[in-house]
């Protein structure tokens, strides 16, 4: 009691301060010890910088009042309260993994997919290893990686060095999709019906889709290939989420995350997209070979589900315009009208009007009235009937249409001012335990949040964190606090989270995906700069281990990446004493409110590390041709 009451006086022993001027050498140090300039590293990649711990006092309010001493240490501990480790056993450590498997994926491996069925594109979806098979050690970076570019040059450029493939450079060499030269990579924007670039393209969308204004902000593409189409629509105020499997073209979202798109590995295969109905304003297929025509519909359907009333379905490649281009696809004119003939059925059925149809791009609209009063047209179709339709992880796809919301489907406004406005979902109560009220309030606290964060890391305002990963996200309070044209955030809600909010994260113009985190993600090592966790390890503790949820984090996390965990005091140091033998510097800090409050923050840096490399010490590599390459 004596302690709180000194702390709570604003007066500072001796000791206090010589921790704080410690805390402050050690984060000048490591700050020194980073290379600093785009394509080597950062060193502003810690959680504390110079400035930060020596002239704005936060982290000496974190310094005043030790953890160890007070939470987790001997002397600090009350009586009732047992240490969640034990404080003489030694902390665990993870060795390397080996260099071949630098891209290891673990839900999405190849030799694993090979033992599942091909029909509806099985082999391609999710097969995670049981809990004996998967790997408890550290995914390296390849010899040679460097930071990426910042955006927008990352668009255009990848280092070599990050993702070694070259077959796209050959097979789509006549489309335009990358090009090989040298230290890097170049993105000339090009795609399999946009060889000539995606502004173009998107211009040409865009005389029919309401691009302009804010009215499209989320857009769905399918089979996206580098993901061209989402980083050329980046600059008009549309995000989108783009997937195609790990197949024979190597690499291709492993390249799109790397240029800084939203990308993850999937498939339309047999269970549903990981996302909640009516998500998405656009959804989009160029060329992206799934048989629309075919399952009776039911991956039309699917798209159905997520798209919002008045979305738009762009179909561009084969069969529009067969009669022009029959031969060139080596397909029969029969076959081309066939599978036109039925994709033109399944769009009355699911009640979309067909706006256009220009050279080799086809466009339907739902209509924002889809029941049955709405299109009387409609054929006989049946209706899905899920108790909760947000329930769609591993799910399998049905024949059914997605009946029209019976609240919370309200008008969305156009975005940036979607990003404030109380979501339709919200504002009809369809969220549980929502209301406008709490609603705004959760807000709040989030640019609270925030704020602290950036006075410990002020990086966040910056360029520094272009792909960002919210592993709780709610209804996306975080995500909106930090939002910047500089960077976009993949929301994650978990499958075992109390409620589903992505619905909510949709109606603000974010994007997101369900995920369970006793699994690996769908994306490639070294892919989000920075990762953001509320809770989560007290989500998942009686769920699954919690160093295998850290060993995930690792590895989609980048070199030099930063980490901002918040929770219980006592878990944070066990996450903080886990990770000592992951290659993490870390920081505990109070919470912005109080000293007392049990949650507290913790920030973390991955160590700049390669394959092959006997030490954390960084190799002192020269990317000045890299870097050359794009001036």
């Not at 939470?71 to 665990?92: E, K, Q, R, V």
């Not at 067909?354 to 080799?360: A, F, G, L, P």
């Not at 060993?551 to 990446?561: A, C, H, S, W």
Request: hydrophobic letters at 40%; charged letters at 20%.
């Amino acid at each position: 009691m004596a302690m709180a009451n000194k702390a709570s006086s604003g007066a500072r022993s001796p000791l206090s301060l010589v921790v704080a001027m410690a805390l402050c050498c050690f984060f000048y140090v490591l700050g020194a010890w980073q290379r600093s300039g785009y394509g080597k590293g950062d060193r502003i990649a810690a959680a504390v910088t110079r400035q930060t711990a020596c002239g704005d006092g936060s982290a000496a309010v974190a310094a005043e009042h030790s953890f160890e001493t007070h939470h987790g240490g001997a002397a600090g501990i009350n009586a009732s309260t047992s240490l969640p480790f034990s404080a003489d056993a030694p902390p665990p450590t993870f060795p390397p993994c080996a260099a071949a498997l630098a891209d290891h994926t673990p839900c999405h491996d190849q030799d694993r997919a090979m033992k599942f069925p091909r029909k509806n594109m099985v082999y391609r979806e999710r097969h995670c290893p049981a809990d004996g098979d998967r790997l408890r050690c550290l995914v390296p970076a390849p010899p040679g990686y460097v930071t990426p570019f910042p955006w927008p040059r990352s668009r255009d450029y990848v280092p070599f060095a990050n993702a070694p493939y070259k077959s796209l450079t050959v097979e789509k060499a006549v489309q335009n999709w990358v090009q090989y030269e040298g230290a890097v990579f170049r993105f000339p924007g090009g795609g399999t019906q946009f060889p000539q670039g995606a502004d173009k393209y998107i211009d040409q969308l865009g005389s029919i889709v309401p691009f302009a204004g804010g009215h499209v902000r989320t857009v769905l593409d399918t089979g996206c290939g580098v993901a061209s189409l989402g980083a050329y629509l980046d600059a008009r105020g549309v995000i989108a989420m783009s997937f195609a499997p790990r197949d024979s073209h190597e690499a291709q979202v492993q390249f799109a995350l790397e240029r800084g798109v939203p990308a993850f590995i999937g498939v339309l295969g047999s269970v549903k997209l990981p996302f909640p109905p009516r998500s998405f304003d656009m959804a989009h297929c160029s060329r992206c070979l799934i048989p629309w025509g075919g399952n009776d519909g039911m991956y039309m359907m699917e798209i159905d589900r997520v798209l919002r009333p008045g979305g738009y379905w762009v179909l561009s490649g084969p069969p529009i315009n067969w009669k022009t281009n029959h031969k060139a696809w080596e397909r029969t004119e029969a076959d081309l009208s066939a599978e036109q003939q039925r994709i033109e059925e399944y769009a009355a059925m699911l009640c979309w009007e067909k706006v256009t149809e220009v050279r080799e791009i086809g466009i339907w609209r739902k209509q924002l009235d889809p029941s049955a009063a709405g299109c009387p047209a409609r054929p006989p179709v049946r209706t899905c009937h899920d108790a909760n339709p947000d329930d769609v992880w591993y799910k399998n796809m049905e024949t059914c249409v997605t009946p029209p919301a019976t609240s919370g489907a309200g008008e969305l406004q156009p975005f940036p001012a979607r990003l404030t406005a109380v979501p339709p979902r919200i504002s009809a109560g369809a969220v549980p335990g929502f209301t406008t009220e709490s609603y705004e309030e959760e807000n709040r606290r989030w640019e609270r949040h925030v704020a602290a964060y950036k006075k410990v890391n002020y990086k966040l305002n910056s360029e520094r964190y272009r792909n960002i990963m919210d592993m709780n996200a709610g209804v996306g309070g975080f995500a909106a606090a930090i939002f910047s044209p500089k960077s976009w955030v993949m929301n994650v809600v978990p499958t075992a989270a109390e409620l589903s909010t992505l619905g909510v994260v949709y109606e603000r113009g974010l994007i997101g995906m369900y995920h369970d985190w006793c699994e690996a993600f769908s994306t490639y090592p070294r892919t989000y700069d920075l990762i953001h966790a509320n809770g989560i390890f007290t989500l998942y503790k009686d769920r699954c281990k919690m160093e295998d949820i850290l060993l995930e984090m690792d590895r989609i996390l980048r070199p030099e990446g930063t980490v901002i965990l918040r929770d219980h005091v006592d878990i944070l140091l066990k996450v903080q004493r886990t990770v000592k033998g992951m290659r993490w510097k870390t920081l505990l800090a109070n919470h912005e409110d109080s000293l007392n409050i049990p949650e507290k923050v913790l920030f973390a840096v991955k160590l700049y590390w390669t394959a092959g490399e006997g030490s954390e010490e960084k190799k002192k590599t020269d990317s000045s041709s890299v870097a050359g390459k794009d001036s």
